[in-house]
Every structure is written in C-alpha cells, then in structure tokens.
C-alpha cells in the first residue's frame, strides 16, 4: 500500500495566489523528505530537502522565499507556492526516503496556474 | 553532459518480446542504484535496486557495471502492462540521499 501522501492530487488557480501542498508519511516517522518538480516531458528535478525542526536545504536556482517548506512533524511536509505564476504550473511530489538509500514516492500534486 | 543518461525512446515492441534499456551516470562517486518506473501522470514507482553482482525479480534484470558507470535493465516475456517510462536513478549517498533521474526511456508493448 501507499507509504506517502499527499493532497491535494489536482489544483486549478488563478495568478497571484498561494497554494499549500501537504505531503504525509503514512508508515514511518520521516525527519527528512524531500519536494521534486516535473514538467511534462522532464525529468524529476529535486527542489528541497524538507527537515524536520530546521530549516529545508533548497538546490540551486530555487527560490526559497517562492516555495515555502513546513516540516513541522515526523509525518507532515507542506510545499506552499507563493504568489503562483503560470510558469510555477507542474507536477509537484514529495517523497522520503527508504532503509537502502532508495526513496518512497507521493501520489504527486498538478498544479495549474491561469 | 547529463548526470544521469538514457536514450528517451521509445520502444516498440510486441508482447512477449525481450526489451534492454541501458543508463549511463557521471559521478563515479554515486553509491545506489535503482530502476523506477512511472506511469504517464503518475508518480514514480521503485521496480528495483541495481547492485553490483546483478541482481534479477522475476521477468526483470539489472545490472551494474561500475567500471564503465553503465547500468541496464532487461525485460522478458514483455507485458502490455509493462508499457510505462522507465527511470534510471542514482543516489549520491553521503551526508545527503539526493537521487539524480535520468529522463526516462518510454516503453511500449503492442498486442
């Protein structure tokens, strides 16, 4: 069964607004987890890794003040969009990590931005 | 060059045929190896991990040859099921578990 989810799985808005993804580890307490991105046609590209107590590690080119990370819980992450643009419109999913080194992935969110 | 190569396909072929897709890394570093497939708009799932012996799960082999930083995956007695895009991934390891993806090799089996 699922190890990971998240809600919501599909998200419409309009320019401007914010949208808060959440993102729960079903079976396992997870002090990290991370947030990827993909566009269609792209390969998953890792956003953030999500810790839990601290502040999230965010790769190169992402803008830590435009995609807000809320690891308040062992089980809980939430991904907030801030100001969402058409060009933020994606595949959004999270995911955390296995006991080999491997990683446990969410249903994924769809972002649309009009 | 792409951290993380495989050629996007796709792949056309009948049911029952045997299917090999090939990956190639750049960081010798890289510690874990796995195959995931994704199904269209859905989420990655783990298939396997790749360790260096080989290793094999019923229909399905992988390989890992670190010398030549060349991975592979192979499928017999292919399904219409098993139509999918299929993710070559390394991890880093280390201090973070940050996985790299290749872009994915489309498969497609045809009754």
């Known amino acids: 069964g699922a190890v990971v989810s998240q809600h919501p799985s599909r998200v419409i808005c309009k320019s401007g607004t914010s949208v808060k993804i959440e993102c729960r580890s079903l079976?396992?307490?997870?002090?990290?987890m991370f947030w990827y991105r993909q566009f269609p046609k792209q390969s998953l590209m890792l956003m953030a890794t999500?810790?839990?107590?601290?502040?999230?590690?965010?790769e190169q080119g992402v803008e830590k003040d435009k995609f807000l990370i809320n690891h308040a819980s062992l089980t809980l992450s939430t991904l907030t969009v801030t100001s969402a643009h058409p060009e933020d419109s994606s595949f959004y999913i999270c995911?955390?990590?296995?006991?080999?080194?491997?990683?446990?992935f969410g249903p994924g969110t769809r972002l649309t931005v009009l | 060059r792409k951290e993380v190569e495989q050629d996007p396909g796709p792949f056309n072929v009948p049911e029952g045929a045997t299917v090999a897709f090939n990956c190639t890394y750049s960081?010798?570093?890289?510690?874990?190896f796995f195959w995931y497939r994704q199904d269209c708009r859905k989420e990655p799932k783990l298939l396997m991990s790749?360790?260096?012996s080989g290793n094999e799960d019923g229909r399905f082999t992988a390989q890992l040859n670190r010398a030549s930083q060349y991975i592979s995956l192979l499928i017999r007695d292919s399904k219409l099921s098993d139509s999918a895009t299929y993710l070559c991934?390394?991890?880093?390891?280390?201090?973070?578990?940050?996985?790299?993806f290749g872009t994915g090799t489309l498969l497609a089996v045809q009754p």
């Open positions: 995911s955390r990590d296995g006991l080999y080194n491997e990683q446990f």
């Open positions: 079976d396992f307490q997870a002090t990290t």
């Open positions: 999500s810790n839990e107590g601290s502040k999230a590690t965010y």
């Open positions: 960081n010798s570093a890289s510690q874990s």
């Open positions: 790749v360790y260096s």
């Open positions: 991934v390394v991890n880093l390891s280390g201090a973070t578990n940050k996985l790299i």
